[in-house]
């Protein structure tokens, strides 16, 4: 399912940068500028321009403990006689004197940095105008002592015109949400400039014509789905480079592992992108979008969801709904008949992450009460018992003809809470669990409700999905 309200509401509640800091950035800026601009330092100033992301619009919120970056290019004059290491050591030297700034500095190769106590982080570049030639831009590498040749307003320009080809900015609001993807992912490389560079390549002239991108998650499908064939088409890392700028090889940011990496990780996101799309139920398309961007995708929706569940079975039987106090009442009268449509894919059940082996294992789960986690078992329970809080179950996989799994196989488990007490005490779960012995997994009774625990059968040798079980309910009185 596309979901777009889903999307809409996403980018505006965890992707996109708050007002709140977007107006403290500006300020900042303001600031920064004034400060130089009344600063000794030598260079005549011409401009001021925002770069990088913040220019881009792709700027997004970091993650929690994490600052977020800005560029800031100071357009000069060259002067007489420096070398390129001048620009960026007389500018540190100018904040280095600052009671202000003095404590928030740092230098790296091509700007001086000031820093804002983790919240934001602003990077301020000298950019050389015509300094050999007209019309040419000249970063400074501090390090090599090189000016090295730069073409940021075409390259904003650029971007700016592949934007427009998608129409209602879906090339900008993709590449958030690519970014988001990987900082919370965290599994693979690739710096925002090279990335916004390959995604703004997937957008093709008449793609505006054509109305290929309508919304945010068809343009997501459609972008991913080129940049993954591109990249699946270049089993070697393939040279990138600047599409206004010749000379400047972006994709000298990986190296070959990096890049042998970074197309694994695509192609594995594309197909979890397009089965969430193509997901006719929504619970299910919830929760492969989850798979893909995480927990905060739909949480408003999946939360209440799963908080009222109770009210959502009364509603779905009209017999004598008001005889039952709520979902573990009516499971206790009525059975596995209780249960309200929707049940077993309620949308904060997290997605089997592995890929389905061709043939499936017979998979089955055994419960067993004990008093404590580590007592003598006091009997063995079935599927929607109900049982008091405070115990502990034993879970334990076992073959279709009760045998064990041999150490060849790990058996994950997926352990999802239902209902209000379970949402007030913020533990709905749905994530997947390790064994806590081969094949077994132990649970506390803990919260009024029904329950699910599943059992998931995957190889070692290829990390392939070979067999579930069915769904072991517990209710808890």
Not at 158 to 186: A, C, P, Q, S
Not at 262 to 271: L, S, T, V
Not at 422 to 445: I, M, W
Request: aromatic share 12%; net charge negative.
């Amino acid at each position: 399912m596309k979901l777009i309200s889903l999307f809409d509401e996403f980018l505006t509640d965890t992707v996109n940068l708050n007002k709140d800091r977007f107006d403290k950035l500006e300020n900042s800026i303001d600031s920064l500028k004034a400060f130089i601009q009344n600063s000794d330092w030598e260079p005549a100033i011409l401009d001021f321009s925002a770069q990088g992301s913040w220019a881009h619009k792709t700027i997004i919120k970091p993650l929690p403990d994490y600052p977020f970056d800005a560029d800031l290019l100071v357009y000069i004059d060259p002067v007489d006689g420096w070398e390129p290491k001048d620009y960026i050591n007389k500018l540190h030297n100018i904040f280095s004197a600052s009671g202000i700034y003095q404590e928030k500095l740092r230098r790296f190769s091509h700007c001086v940095t000031i820093e804002y106590a983790g919240e934001r982080k602003i990077d301020i570049a000298p950019c050389i105008k015509e300094r050999i030639y007209a019309e040419t831009y000249e970063v400074c590498n501090r390090i090599s002592n090189e000016f090295e040749e730069s073409n940021p307003i075409d390259y904003t320009t650029w971007l700016h015109e592949k934007n427009r080809e998608t129409t209602k900015n879906n090339l900008v609001k993709v590449t958030r949400l690519v970014k988001y993807m990987r900082d919370i992912k965290g599994n693979f490389t690739c710096p925002s400039f090279l990335l916004t560079t390959l995604l703004g390549m997937q957008v093709t002239d008449g793609d505006l014509l054509k109305e290929t991108f309508p919304d945010v998650p068809t343009a997501l499908k459609i972008l991913m789905g080129r940049l993954d064939d591109w990249l699946q088409a270049n089993l070697t890392k393939p040279m990138v480079r600047n599409p206004v700028l010749f000379t400047e090889v972006q994709s000298n940011a990986w190296d070959d592992v990096k890049y042998e990496n970074f197309r694994n990780k695509i192609n594995k996101y594309r197909n979890w992108i397009d089965e969430a799309y193509d997901e006719d139920d929504r619970g299910e398309s919830i929760s492969a979008w989850r798979l893909v961007f995480g927990n905060d995708f739909a949480r408003t929706e999946v939360v209440e969801k799963a908080s009222q569940i109770s009210r959502a079975a009364n509603e779905s039987f009209s017999l004598a709904s008001s005889m039952f106090v709520d979902l573990v009442e009516r499971v206790k009268a009525l059975g596995k008949s209780a249960l309200p449509s929707g049940f077993n894919s309620l949308p904060h059940m997290h997605k089997p992450r592995w890929r389905s082996a061709g043939s499936q294992l017979s998979v089955q789960v055994r419960a067993f009460l004990r008093t404590n986690r580590d007592s003598p078992r006091l009997r063995e329970v079935t599927s929607l018992d109900a049982l008091s809080p405070g115990r502990w179950l034993e879970f334990c996989a076992f073959s279709g003809n009760g045998l064990p799994f041999p150490r060849d196989y790990v058996v994950m488990w997926r352990v999802t809470n239902t209902d209000a007490v379970a949402t007030r005490n913020n533990a709905l779960r749905g994530e997947f669990y390790d064994s806590n012995t081969h094949a077994v997994r132990t649970e506390q009774l803990s919260y009024r409700g029904v329950h699910m625990v599943e059992a998931f059968l995957v190889r070692k040798l290829d990390d392939s999905l070979v067999g579930r079980s069915e769904i072991f309910y517990v209710t808890i009185e």
